[in-house]
C-alpha cells in the first residue's frame, strides 16, 4: 500500500498553509532567483532579516526561520548540490537535503511540509534522478516517523509533475 502521507501536487509552493515549506537556497540564505525568490517576495523582508542572523548553510544542510507574511508558519531553508556530471557526490548531497529537512521538521514538532524540487532548476540536477532520490529518502523517513502527517512534493511545471508521478511508481512500486 503506497504511504497516503506523500503527495505530489503542481503548484507554487508559497501559497501553501502548512507547517513548513522547504526553500532551495544558496549557501549565503541571502536570497535569489528561482523558488528562493517566490519565497522572500511572499514571505516579505523580515525572512531576509531573520536569515541575516542564521550566518550561511553549507550544502546538505537545513535550518528554520519563521514564516513571517507566508501562509506557512516556517520556512526550512537547505541548499542542494550543483550538478557537475554525477561524479562529484551530488547524489549522496541531494539525499542528505531532504533528510536533514525531515529530521529538522521532526525536531520542530512539524506535522505538515512541503518541497520544492531541489536544485532541479538553477543547479541542474536531471530532474528524472532528482525525483528518485526526493521520493526514495521520503518514503523511507516516513516509514521510521509516524510524527509527520503530510509531506508534499510541490513541481512547478506540469513536466516536472509527471516526471515526479513516474518517479513514485518506480521507487515505490505497490503504487
Ligand atoms: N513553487 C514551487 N517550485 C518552484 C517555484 C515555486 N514558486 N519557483 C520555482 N520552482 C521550482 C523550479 O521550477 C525548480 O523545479 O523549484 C525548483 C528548484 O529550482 P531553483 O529555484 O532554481 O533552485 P535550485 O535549482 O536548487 O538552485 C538554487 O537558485 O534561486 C537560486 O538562490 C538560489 O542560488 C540558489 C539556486
Redesign the pocket.
Known sequence: MPDPRLHIIQ????TLAVDAIVN???P?LL?????????HRAAGPQLLAECRTLGGCAVGEAKITRGYDLPARHVIHT??P?WRGGSQGEVEALARCYRSVLALATEHGLRTLAF??????????P?RRAARIALRTILAYLDYHPNLEQVIC????RA?WEEYMAARAFVDPRV
Open positions: 503548484g507554487d509552493i508559497t532551495a537556497a544558496n549565503s536570497g535569489g532567483g528561482g523558488v528562493d525568490g517566490a519565497i541548499v542542494g550543483i520544492p524540487s531541489i536544485s532541479t532548476g538553477a543547479y541542474g540536477f530532474i510541490v513541481c512547478f511545471t516536472d
